[in-house]
């Protein structure tokens, strides 16, 4: 199966994610399923068009939708990760592999970590070049397992990276001990931090395909499952976006500490758009 990707005629200009922040504390191609949404990422007022919800919980063939995204990955192609995308490891007991379960038949990525009472990542990394201040992004998800942890697991993380490495900028979708949250996170040269979430109580279910929109339009960010809205946090500008040189888009167990069980989560027909 293979997209078609209908690639937009702006650069593809990594976006500064515009943060939306409670300023209180503050120191400083592809191919993938049948009936599937695109999306048109041009235009300056909204990135995308209202998201209609599909049926993804079982596997189709051939009927795969175009991709109208800047970046479009479905990993159908190889039975190796694509060179798109950079494998991401720390700690230990995590894997990554391409496997003939994907949404879009035939693969998808799975990610695997042991329960491990350290730090540890287990991930696919994308980075785009500049520093956009907005961004599009939908994918599908299958939890294999409900990931339990007394800290903390991000999933899908877009981070932006100044020049000097700071300040640092990322917004996420995670699991906090037992909430679903989507959150931010700001990290200044002076050693101050700002940490913003807002919780939800639709978590994705298990053992079955969910479709994540992920976007900011430079005011708000806003995450929806299966085109539920799960959260919206109100945006403060762009933090980091004035010194930001890239932003990445991280897959998988991104950032995981203290899991008590095994987590593991397949992803397919990743579509991702970035504007200034």
Not at 175 to 189: N, Q, R
Not at 251 to 269: E, F, Q
Request: aromatic share 8%.
């Amino acid at each position: 199966m293979i997209w078609v990707c209908g690639v937009i005629a702006a650069a593809m200009s990594p976006v500064a994610c515009s943060l939306f922040v409670d300023t209180d504390g503050l120191t400083g191609g592809t191919e993938s399923s049948a009936d599937a949404t695109s999306f048109d990422s041009a235009g300056d007022s909204a990135i995308t068009d209202a998201i209609s919800p599909r049926d993804t919980s079982t596997a189709t063939d051939a009927s795969a939708p175009s991709c109208d995204a800047q970046f479009c990955e479905s990993f159908d192609l190889s039975a190796s990760l694509p060179g798109v995308f950079t494998p991401a490891h720390a700690g230990t007991g995590g894997s990554l592999a391409i496997v003939t379960r994907g949404l879009s038949l035939p693969n998808a990525v799975e990610f695997e970590q042991a329960v491990n009472a350290g730090q540890t990542e287990s991930a696919i990394v994308h980075t785009f070049p500049g520093a956009p201040t907005k961004f599009h992004c939908e994918l599908d998800l299958q939890m294999e397992t409900d990931p339990q942890v007394n800290g903390e697991l991000d999933y899908i993380v877009v981070h932006a990276q100044g020049i000097d490495h700071t300040p640092t900028y990322e917004v996420f979708l995670a699991k906090y001990g037992p909430s679903w949250t989507i959150a931010e996170y700001a990290g200044f040269d002076d050693g101050g931090q700002l940490n913003h979430s807002a919780g939800f109580t639709n978590a994705p279910a298990i053992g079955i395909w969910t479709h994540v929109v992920f976007e900011s339009d430079g005011s708000t960010l806003t995450a929806m499952f299966d085109g539920n809205t799960l959260g919206i946090l109100p945006s403060l500008s762009s933090i980091g976006s004035q010194t930001a040189t890239s932003r990445t888009l991280t897959l998988g167990s991104a950032y995981a500490t203290a899991n008590t069980s095994d987590i593991k989560m397949l992803i397919d027909n990743v579509a991702c758009s970035f504007l200034p």
